[in-house]
């Protein structure tokens, strides 16, 4: 992580574009309800258009981390501009004056440079694999709604997707993940599926069902949404990911995700009859 983290504020590639120029940008970003929701079948199919670069998963909430720095660094800034600015000058003013009885308890330095390495950061993680103007990324884990906020702050044009499985089906397919065996804890499944439905919920977006995806008709209607191209339709309904050895869930566990999910599946559900019965989309994006 350390060295991952290290090589982010590197000097930025001579190519890469500055915050300002993809600011406005009607970026878009993919959010799972947790896993197997078909994220990166929607992934491929949004990509093959060719107008979008869609990384994968940046994973162990590394985004949330970086995004919550920049949120910080900001309002800090922001809060000794307006409440303290003495405290702005009075640590260069010490030393220049050679005068140390000056109260620094607390003096900052202009954070500017700090926040600007930060998006820096960001957008060397998210710059397009080919000359494209739009980006991106999936994720099927955030730690919250401030994930999603500080996103709408940096890229106010984005368009966020929030992709969900019916909940029953989504525990039966996360425990054929032999790599996710610390979410084979119904209690662990049932945690992360409801912090992750509720930041979506809490959230201005597009909502999709698993099975929208192998949909073409609806497919169209987002991409259309989205002011994309068209897609590859030999990527609808592909199966390549299909998880395989599916046990039946037991009625003491499927009883629990009933109990726990089964209301906040239905506000998802309701959020994306919001935009495919209604039609228009246009109360999905703040």
């Known amino acids: 992580m350390r060295n991952k983290l290290r090589s982010l504020f590197r000097k930025p590639r001579p190519d890469a574009r500055p915050y300002e120029q993809v600011r406005d940008g009607r970026h878009v970003f993919l959010f799972g309800i947790w896993g197997r929701s078909s994220t990166t079948a929607l992934q ?71 926040i600007d390495q930060l998006r820096s950061a960001l957008l060397e993680m998210l710059a397009p694999a080919t000359e494209l103007e739009r980006f991106g990324y999936k994720e099927i884990n955030v730690r919250g709604a401030e994930t999603h906020a500080a996103l709408r702050r940096l890229f106010p044009r984005a368009d966020l997707l929030f992709l969900f499985r019916d909940p029953v089906r989504q525990w039966q397919s996360s425990k054929t993940m032999q790599q996710w065996t610390a979410f084979h804890d119904l209690d ?16 201005d977006g597009v909502f999709l069902e698993d099975q929208d995806v192998r949909v073409a008709e609806r497919l169209d209607q ?48 309701a959020r994306r009859d919001a935009f495919f019965v209604g039609g228009s989309g246009a109360s999905a994006r703040a």
């Open 188 to 203: 662990a499944f049932v945690e992360a599926v409801r912090r992750n439905a509720e930041a979506a919920l809490a959230t």
């Open 222 to 269: 987002l991409v259309d949404f989205l002011g994309l191209p068209p897609f590859d339709r030999s990527l609808v309904g592909d199966r390549v990911f299909a998880s395989k050895n599916k046990q039946e869930v037991p009625d003491s566990e499927r009883a629990v995700i009933e109990r726990e999910l089964r209301p906040l599946y239905e506000q998802l559900r």
């Open 44 to 114: 491929r199919i949004l990509n093959s258009t060719g107008g979008l670069c869609m990384w994968g998963e940046p994973g162990a909430l590394l985004m949330d981390d970086l995004l919550a720095a920049h949120e910080k660094l900001c309002a800090r800034r922001e809060q000794m501009r307006t409440d303290r600015p003495a405290q702005l000058t009075v640590l260069p003013d010490s030393f220049a004056d050679g005068d140390h009885t000056r109260n620094c308890a607390m003096a900052a330095n202009d954070w500017t440079p700090a």
